[in-house]
């Protein structure tokens, strides 16, 4: 996937046809313009109070306190973006606000785009961290309690997508207790425990993690079977007895002796025949071609926790020197995402 430059009108799409659109220079401009105005129309509340009516920017900014000229410039370059319509003035929400960015949406991932704007934050000393490599990584950093509320809130509409193929998909048996580490908002658990009658999850996370995932699963009525445990999964005790063991989208933020040291704690943690299920983004390798997202992604994670997300063959022999046997793959089809699972 990835974002293009796109041609408005005749003259527009024969610039680009013939080379002549200095497209490095679109991409730097509106790159960010789109970025930063979609999180700011999030953050100030614009969407919201256009909601399914059409309203002029005086209207908005006095509802939202925002300064009228500024929120007209702002409303308009999201006009220019593609996110509002206007007629006559008066401005109203676009298809994909509706859909997407909306309290009520359908498919709501407003807190994503929320905890994409705290993202824009930590990628500010891009270059300093590629010149020296000496990454603050982001689980070790303080954020406010709303950082880490916007966070598990955007994993978790991701994971109720996801979870759907994820308890379709990879094969767990019949699981009694299940421990999630790095599981966050828990709805893996969740999922899999709707799924498995009996099973109840404890899902280890740091403590403001746990907070926000808790809220989720006490909103979603599921608290009583997915419990959240505060404790640093590198120094914690993970307890024994468990029939599964997931490890979710965590491998990206570690580094080898950490992932390594993980591997192993997860096998102690098991019961004997238990499943380990690790996932992760799909590395394309050094050869693969990386697109958009492939790319971004391996800076992103080496910006944030300066690891990457591991090749599946360096997760396979680790698995199998901890001890584990009988690898599957799952490949799923809503994200490129794998599935590594194998029995302790
Ligand atoms: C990218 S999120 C993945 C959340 C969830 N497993 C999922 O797949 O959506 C990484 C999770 O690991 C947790 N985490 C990171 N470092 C941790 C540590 N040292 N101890 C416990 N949890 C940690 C984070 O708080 C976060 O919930």
Known sequence: MRLDVAGDGLLEKLGLMTGMVPTPLIHTTFGVGYSRSIVAGTRLGIFEALGDGEREPAEVAAEIGCHPEGTRALMAALVGFGLLERRGGRYRNGKAVKKWLLEGS??????????????????????????????????????????????????????????????????????????????????????????????????????????????????????????????????????????????????????????????????????PGGRLVISDAKHLGEEGKLDASAGWNELFFFLISGAQAWPEATLREWMTEAGFADLKRTQFLMAPQIALAGTA
Not at 179 to 189: E, P
Not at 213 to 234: C, P
């Open 106 to 271: 359908p498919q709501p991932l407003k807190d994503a785009v929320l905890f994409l704007g705290y993202c824009h934050d930590l990628v500010q000393n891009l270059e300093d961290d590629v010149r020296t490599g000496a990454i603050v990584r982001i689980h070790d950093k303080q954020h406010p309690q709303a950082f880490w509320d916007a966070y598990m809130g955007a994993l978790a509409a991701f994971a109720r997508l996801l979870g759907k193929e994820v308890v379709k998909r990879v094969k767990v048996g019949s699981p009694r207790r299940m421990l999630d580490v790095g599981g966050g908002h828990g709805i893996y658990s969740a999922a899999l425990c709707e799924r498995h009658e009996g099973l109840t999850a404890d899902v280890l996370d740091l403590e403001p993690a746990c907070v926000a995932g808790r809220r989720i699963q006490e909103a979603d009525g599921t608290a009583d079977r997915v419990r959240h445990v505060v404790g640093d999964f590198r120094t914690a005790d993970w307890g024994t007895g468990y029939d599964l063991v997931l490890v979710f989208n965590v491998l990206h933020n570690a580094t080898e002796d950490e992932s390594r040291s993980l591997i192993r704690k997860a096998k102690a943690a098991l019961n």
